[in-house]
């Protein structure tokens, strides 16, 4: 990382110019103890560079504090209205855009969203804090436009302004389009499902394409947004597929991979079958085309991805956004860099793009229009398609402040909003990771959840070591790392932290920003993943495996989150990141819940048993730390807890969850009474299994057991 370091003068010094050059570090030392001493004995400081470099270097960090470099883009005008983008009425649309270096800008309509020659071309005006803009005082409804920009004696490419509300074919022209026609019928009445307590989500995250276009799903509309829509389908073998087995499933959001519009599918050639996750963004506030049943009209993506939405609501269901403001798809081509080259994304000290995402840039979330764009683009989601949260890729590359205004403006809007992310970045950023969103920042974002790499590896094994085992394998110095995970990442004196394998002390404030899960889109299925680092287990043993591990998920505190699929132990055949693996590696395959029925009854009855039981979803720190006792923890191998006093109103006095790691039964003592035993190792009946009353329990191997007091 590339910091700045001040004090509070600054004085040339050729022992500080060498570290430059030497460590990258940029800084100024006018009174520090080492180099004056050394300049004022007149001893050139690089003859004991060797010997006093360490040292200085611990008392410069100790001595100095970090700035954010100096940009080049700070003396760029900010523009404080709201109008950007494109309004349209019949009578009169508008078109304003951010270019604050330009000479010229031009405004270019067209009849279609490709071919075909612009039917005008308009000079627009310059006006205050680095706008453009022009007005057409007729109506142009379904019109496709671009916009072009003069700086610096060059034209930059022809595009869509960055708040386009609609595009043509492959996103590459702008459309003007009536929103109010975009809604579906009934959309004025669309309600959201009632949510209490953000601790009460059950994320269910899937691909548009993967849940409806394998062959055996039953859907009419195949990898399209209107196949989520769909009721009453069935596989061959008369399994509930798509939208109604996700409603049988129990789980309360699903959460969309990207559905903005991206850039690495070509929607002119359907027959192609492309495939992506979508991680490669092109226009922000535009749906994905090749998810429309008609990309080539701006209006059907629109209609259709509010279709997809009301649907899920009048099915009991929430919509979470998965969205990528970290990086665009190109940089030297991105829509940001046709209208102020350079300035949306952070650069390295030599001037070239920085790659904290891994993807070849990185955005700048802390300027002030990059922020505003932001800010503006999460709203309009929210509001023009009631959306009902943002899951936020690689959000540590995000400044702090960003994120805390995102959510103050969201939350404004709609208190029940979810926002998440990932609590990390994927390279080094030369932006300070004090200030950035990463999971060690939990406590300073408001209302914002990060996912627990710390229970995810507790549970399978570490995500860069595919061999290395969990705890559900039987890796016993893993033990503590779940426990961290139950607690939701919250404070609590019975964690050795020290044990912990990613996090060295509690990073969530309270239970909500923690995300509990085990398996998602990335890396490979929680069921490869267990066969790979455990390659001499049986079948049989390897869904002990996977039942056990999503036991812990959903009995843990905080947000519970599942990948789609893994409910009838998907799998992409040991490929990992599969986001351009064809169909055939994706796809759910849905003869898989027929052959996995008793894997989905499991997973159902443990979700119903979570949403039916409030002391697995506790509200606060302090409810945790007051209910939730860890007992009995001398055996490895072994987590035993007990939820006690009627937790968070639950209707079960006393809980006893008892998690079994190792592969051999276990007997253990549990407390005095009498137990009723209401999930196994294959069955969850709230009703009773058994009854428990001599104050021992025995509990097979790789298995959870969940008991309540009478």
Same mark, same amino acid.
């Not at 019109?143 to 590459?172: L, R």
């Not at 007992?631 to 006690?644: Q, R, V």
């Given at each position: ?176 389009? +009536? ?5 579906? +019928? ?335 889109? +990335? +890396? ?187």
């Amino acid at each position: 990382m590339i910091l700045k370091y001040q004090t509070a003068s600054f004085v040339n010094c050729f022992f500080c110019s060498s570290l430059l050059n030497q460590f990258c570090f940029i800084f100024s030392a006018s009174n520090h103890p080492v180099c004056s001493g050394l300049v004022t004995a007149n001893i050139n400081p690089m003859k004991y560079f060797k010997i006093i470099s360490g040292t200085f270097l611990i008392a410069m960090l100790i001595s100095f504090k970090p700035v954010q470099r100096p940009s080049v883009f700070d003396d760029y005008p900010v523009y404080s209205g709201n109008d950007l983008g494109v309004a349209y009425s019949p009578i009169k649309t508008t078109f304003k855009v951010w270019a604050p270096k330009a000479s010229e800008v031009k405004l270019r309509l067209y009849d279609a969203g490709n071919g075909g020659e612009a039917i005008s071309v308009l000079a627009m005006e310059k006006g205050p804090q680095g706008t453009w803009s022009a007005a057409i005082n007729k109506d142009v409804k379904n019109k496709y436009y671009t916009f072009q920009v003069h700086q610096d004696s060059v034209w930059s490419q022809e595009c869509p302004d960055i708040y386009a509300k609609a595009v043509g074919v492959n996103g590459h022209r702008g459309m003007v389009a +009536d929103m109010p026609s975009t809604n579906p +019928d009934g959309w004025d009445k669309d309600r959201k499902p009632v949510q209490k307590s953000f601790t009460d989500i059950i994320l269910y995250e899937l691909h548009i394409r993967d849940i409806s276009m394998s062959p055996n799903s039953g859907i009419q509309h195949k990898g399209k947004f209107l196949g989520l829509t769909e009721s009453g389908t069935k596989s061959p073998d008369g399994e509930a597929t798509g939208l109604d087995h996700i409603k049988e499933l129990g789980v309360t959001h699903v959460h969309l991979l990207p559905c903005f519009d991206f850039n690495s599918v070509d929607e002119t050639k359907p027959e192609a079958n492309q495939y992506n996750w979508g991680y490669d963004p092109l226009n922000y506030n535009v749906p994905e085309g090749s998810y429309s049943t008609n990309p080539y009209d701006g209006n059907v993506r629109i209609k259709e991805f509010k279709q997809l939405i009301q649907t899920l609501h009048k099915n009991g269901l929430r919509v979470i956004l998965d969205v990528v403001y970290n990086h665009t798809s190109d940089t030297k081509n991105s829509n940001f860099n046709q209208f102020a080259p350079g300035y949306f994304y952070r650069h390295n000290a030599n001037g070239s793009y920085s790659n904290g995402t891994g993807c070849g840039n990185e955005v700048a979330s802390e300027r002030a229009m990059v922020r505003k764009f932001m800010v503006e683009s999460v709203v309009y989601w929210a509001k023009e398609y009631h959306l009902d949260g943002f899951r936020f890729d690689l959000m540590g590359v995000h400044d702090i402040e960003t994120m805390n205004t995102i959510s103050d403006t969201l939350h404004a809007i709609d208190p029940t909003i979810f926002i998440y992310g990932e609590g990390w970045a994927a390279g080094n950023s030369p932006y300070p990771e004090n200030l950035r969103a990463v999971k060690a920042n939990a406590a300073k974002l408001h209302q914002i959840a990060a996912f627990s790499d710390d229970i995810r590896d507790g549970i399978k094994g570490s995500w860069s070591d595919l061999k290395e085992k969990g705890f559900v394998s039987g890796s016993v110095d893993k033990t503590e790392s779940v426990k961290f995970g139950i607690v939701a990442s919250t404070a609590n004196p019975q964690i050795d932290n020290s044990k912990v394998s990613d996090s060295k002390g509690a990073w969530a404030a309270e239970p909500f920003q923690t995300i509990s899960y085990v398996s998602c889109h +990335d +890396d490979n299925t929680l069921f490869d993943r267990l066969k790979i680092s455990n390659p001499n287990a049986s079948e049989a043993d390897l869904i002990k495996m996977d039942k056990l591990s999503n036991a812990i998920v959903l009995t843990s505190q905080g947000v519970s989150f599942l990948h789609s699929g893994v409910e009838m132990l998907r799998t992409k055949q040991g490929i990992a990141n599969s986001y351009t693996s064809p169909d055939s590696i994706n796809q759910i395959d849905w003869s898989r819940k027929t052959k996995y029925k008793a894997v989905f009854e499991y997973y159902k009855g443990l979700i119903a048993l979570r949403k039916n039981h409030p002391a697995f979803r506790m509200r606060t720190t302090e409810m945790i730390a007051k209910n939730l006792k860890f007992i009995g923890a001398d055996e490895p191998g072994l987590i035993c807890y007990e939820i006690s006093n009627h937790a968070n109103g639950d209707s079960w006095k006393n809980i006893l969850v008892v998690l079994n790691g190792t592969s051999s039964d276990k007997t253990i003592k549990i407390p005095e009474g009498i137990w009723k035993l209401v999930a196994d190792e294959n069955t969850i009946n709230e009703k009773g299994i058994k009854m428990i009353k001599k104050g021992m329990l025995t509990i097979s191997g790789t298995s959870a057991y969940v008991l309540h007091s009478l």
